[in-house]
């Protein structure tokens, strides 16, 4: 299994913007597609975008699409989410995920996940 590490969380103000960051490590797989997803609390955890391994299939809930960015550099193992335009809705842990295929609508059900880092949109 891939292990995830993400950062780049933190406090941030209405209609700011911020980067997160996925580094997988630990396996030999030659191909993998990474989902993002976010966790408020008392609430169902919701999947944001994903992507696959060559970065030519790419998917965005509505409720960030054309606000957030999804990228991957496979030379780094690194996988990116800017997010840019935030709102205090967009306030959540957010996870990245070893998902098995980038579809909408994205399911949860992944073969490893990230450790999470937190963002919050408040002023």
């Known amino acids: 299994q891939l292990q995830l590490v993400e950062s780049g969380g933190g406090l941030v103000q209405p209609g700011g913007s911020l980067k997160l960051s996925c580094v997988a490590s630990?396996?030999?797989?030659?191909?993998?597609?990474i989902g993002w997803f976010r966790q408020a609390p008392g609430k169902e955890r919701e999947g944001v975008s994903c992507i696959t391994n060559s970065g030519r299939t790419v998917y965005y809930a509505d409720s960030v699409k054309g606000r957030f960015t999804i990228s991957r550099d496979n030379t780094k193992n690194t996988i990116y989410l800017q997010m840019s335009s935030l709102k205090p809705e967009d306030t959540a842990v957010y996870y990245c995920?070893?998902?098995?295929?980038?579809?909408?609508?994205?399911?949860?059900?992944?073969?490893?996940w990230g450790q999470g880092t937190q963002v919050t949109v408040s002023s």
């Open positions: 995920a070893h998902i098995v295929a980038c579809v909408a609508p994205m399911h949860g059900d992944a073969y490893s």
């Open positions: 630990g396996s030999t797989l030659n191909y993998y597609t």
